[in-house]
């Protein structure tokens, strides 16, 4: 079976073997794993807010900052930062860097 990401890349690749423009396809397959991590996003709002009254920044940490159930590379996008740049600011991005930076970046936005 071929995967999106499978096909991106072949189609990338064969695009610059030939010396062709690749970036519409790099763009799309960006634009695709946005929209996934957005409607994923919201669906976990709106889950959380069927449980809660209020939507505040404690409510936000408690489901998406301090919840065992969301990753932690998760963390660190819903903090405001990613692996890539803890990497380059920290170098390394072991779960306990990622977790604690995500931390610490969420209470310096608050």
Known sequence: ??????????????KLIQ????????VNAINIFFLDFAIDF?????????KEKNINL???KK??????????DDKAIFAGMNK?????I?????KKIVIDV???NFEYLT
Request: proline share 0%; glycine share 6%.
């Open 19 to 26: 010396g062709n423009d690749y970036r519409n396809g790099v």
């Open 63 to 72: 489901y998406f900052i301090d919840s065992d159930t969301i990753s932690s």
């Open 102 to 104: 995500a931390n610490a």
């Open 58 to 60: 404690a409510w936000y």
């Open 1 to 14: 079976m071929t995967t999106f990401e499978k096909e991106v890349i072949e189609d990338t690749v064969n």
């Open 84 to 88: 890539k740049t803890i990497t380059n």
């Open 42 to 50: 919201f669906k976990k709002i709106i889950s959380a807010k069927i």
């Open 90 to 94: 920290y170098g390394s991005a072991t």
